[in-house]
Structure formats: C-alpha cells, structure tokens
C-alpha cells in the first residue's frame, strides 16, 4: 500500500507512538502508515535515542511533535502525557515498540548476566508499557473509550532463542502486561494486543549476535516469508483502526506463519545437501 493510497481507517483518531529511531525502524514506518490513514499523533523516544536519531525528519513529514520521554521514570511518563494532552488532547491508539537489552549490548550471555542490566532490561521493555498505560488511562484518563494499544512482542517469549536472552524474558513479561491491563480495560472498550512480528532488518534487530542467521532460519521456514517493517505498520493500523474492535489480550504472530510451520521443503533440502557434503568430505 503506496503512502498515497490511504482509505482514512484512523480519519479523526489521536494516538502516541514510542520507539521510532530512524526510517528503518518498525515505530517510524507505523508513524507514516498512521498519517496515511489520516490520524495525528505525538513521538516519543528517550533523549539519548532522540541525538542518535533522525526523529524532526519523522516529525516535518507527518506534523507530529515530538516529546522526549524516559520511560524507566515515572515522573517524566507522567509529565510526557500531559503534553501529549495539551498538543493533541485525549488520545485513541499507543504504539509500544521499546525495547533494550543492556546485557546484549555487552555481550553478556545468560547464564552470566549483570543484574543491574537485568533489571533495565526489564523495566525498558517491559515495565515501561505498564507505567505508560498507568499514566495514560488512570493518572490522566486520557485514552478515549475504543481506543487500542498495541506493543511489539517477539516469538523469544514462548521460545528460546539463545542470543536474545533476557529480552526473552523481557518480552514475556511485556505480553503478561498487556493481557493484564486488557482483561482491566475491557469494560471502556479498550484493547490491548501484543504483536510477535518475524526477525525484521532493524537498527535494533540487526544488532543482536547471530541476526543474520535468525532472520535467513526464519525465512526458510515461514511459509510466507519474513514481514517487512512497512508491512507489520499495516498490521498495526488494522488493530488501531474500528475493524478490531473485539479484538483484545491477543498475542498476534505477525511472521508469515513461522511461528506455526514446523519445518519447510527449503530447509530439509539445505539440511540434507550440508550432510551430503560432510559425508562426502
């Protein structure tokens, strides 16, 4: 679907999307499927991430303001939102695509792990999504009723992937809060959904240990292949827009149907042409 080709799904809908760095990140491409579709937003992303960034092109291209925002203090979250309330006004959707893995970073396996790490590890990616709709729907009941909050999972929540280690928990956990504060949001029409998109060629996924091998494992197997970024943006207005409106507490495999196939002809095939090669070595 061409930027030019919207059909207005969130025509008139307000929304707050954490995480974009630059044109190459899930959260950007979800803030230009977003203006496609018709609907105004604010972007956040901590400030170091913001100098890193290329965030006021974002900016110029869809008239979002952008809001620094550390998501592991509870006082700039709160302090963020009542910007947003004052930009924007009450808001319909929330993107939650922030994840960081310091133990990653320093290449420190699990079975060695920093704590300290451990634990901004988890509140980043995971506990961050429990103060933002903390602040945003009880501290300044700000999410209209209808609205929709969709955060960025990974499979390594229900599987072990051995190099994305503490973000497999991270993104467990990150799940867990969402069908928690979807379960406690139902009765204002309020869905919260996780999505668990495929190995995506990212700033962020690129830099984990071993991605390359990862992402070609995933696309042998999907059936489908690997989902782009701008192809998981249109995933996510769906879950923004009024079409998913029982739609809540899911975890959405967004993965071209990895998560489900067990294995592909294309596999097999490299698998059994590498043992022919051993054996005949």
């Given at each position: 679907?061409?930027?030019?080709n919207g059909?207005?799904?969130l025509?008139?809908?307000?929304?707050?999307?954490?995480?974009?760095?630059?044109?190459?990140?899930?959260a950007?491409?979800?803030a230009?499927?977003?203006?496609?579709?018709?609907?105004?937003?604010?972007?956040?992303?901590?400030?170091?991430?913001?100098?890193m960034?290329a965030?006021?092109?974002?900016?110029?291209?869809?008239?979002?303001?952008?809001?620094p925002?550390?998501?592991?203090?509870?006082?700039?979250?709160?302090?963020?939102?009542?910007?947003?309330?004052?930009?924007?006004?009450?808001?319909?959707?929330?993107l939650?695509?922030?994840?960081?893995?310091?133990?990653?970073?320093?290449?420190?396996?699990?079975?060695?792990?920093?704590?300290?790490?451990?634990q901004?590890?988890?509140?980043?990616?995971a506990?961050?999504?429990?103060?933002?709709?903390?602040?945003?729907?009880?501290?300044?009941?700000?999410?209209n009723?209808?609205?929709?909050?969709?955060?960025?999972?990974?499979?390594?929540?229900?599987?072990i992937?051995?190099?994305y280690?503490?973000?497999?928990?991270?993104?467990?956990?990150?799940?867990?809060?969402a069908?928690?504060?979807?379960?406690?949001?139902?009765?204002?029409?309020?869905?919260?959904?996780?999505?668990?998109q495929?190995?995506?060629?990212?700033?962020?996924?690129?830099?984990?240990k071993?991605?390359?091998?990862m992402?070609?494992?995933?696309?042998?197997?999907?059936?489908?292949?690997?989902p782009?970024?701008?192809?998981?943006?249109?995933?996510?207005?769906?879950?923004?827009?009024d079409?998913?409106?029982?739609?809540?507490?899911?975890?959405?495999?967004?993965?071209?149907?990895?998560?489900t196939?067990?294995?592909?002809?294309?596999?097999?095939?490299?698998?059994?042409?590498?043992h022919?090669?051993?054996?005949n070595?």
């Amino acid at each position: 679907m061409s930027a030019q080709n919207g059909n207005g799904l969130l025509k008139g809908k307000k929304g707050i999307i954490f995480g974009a760095l630059d044109d190459r990140s899930i959260a950007w491409r979800v803030a230009l499927a977003c203006h496609r579709e018709g609907a105004e937003f604010a972007l956040s992303n901590a400030p170091i991430a913001l100098r890193m960034g290329a965030l006021d092109e974002l900016s110029k291209e869809t008239g979002a303001p952008v809001i620094p925002c550390d998501v592991s203090k509870q006082d700039e979250v709160d302090d963020l939102f009542s910007q947003v309330k004052e930009k924007i006004g009450n808001i319909d959707f929330i993107l939650h695509a922030i994840g960081m893995s310091p133990n990653i970073r320093k290449k420190k396996e699990y079975d060695d792990l920093n704590y300290t790490f451990y634990q901004q590890t988890l509140d980043i990616s995971a506990v961050s999504l429990h103060k933002i709709l903390q602040s945003a729907t009880s501290t300044h009941n700000m999410v209209n009723d209808g609205g929709s909050v969709v955060a960025l999972s990974y499979i390594g929540a229900q599987r072990i992937f051995s190099k994305y280690s503490d973000m497999n928990d991270a993104k467990a956990l990150l799940e867990s809060v969402a069908r928690n504060f979807g379960s406690r949001l139902g009765d204002r029409g309020i869905r919260v959904n996780t999505i668990s998109q495929g190995p995506t060629k990212t700033s962020a996924g690129s830099g984990i240990k071993g991605f390359d091998g990862m992402y070609e494992f995933a696309e042998k197997i999907a059936p489908l292949g690997n989902p782009s970024a701008d192809e998981c943006a249109d995933y996510c207005v769906t879950l923004f827009s009024d079409l998913t409106r029982k739609v809540t507490m899911q975890n959405l495999f967004h993965d071209g149907g990895f998560s489900t196939n067990g294995i592909s002809e294309e596999l097999m095939y490299d698998l059994q042409r590498l043992h022919e090669q051993d054996h005949n070595s």
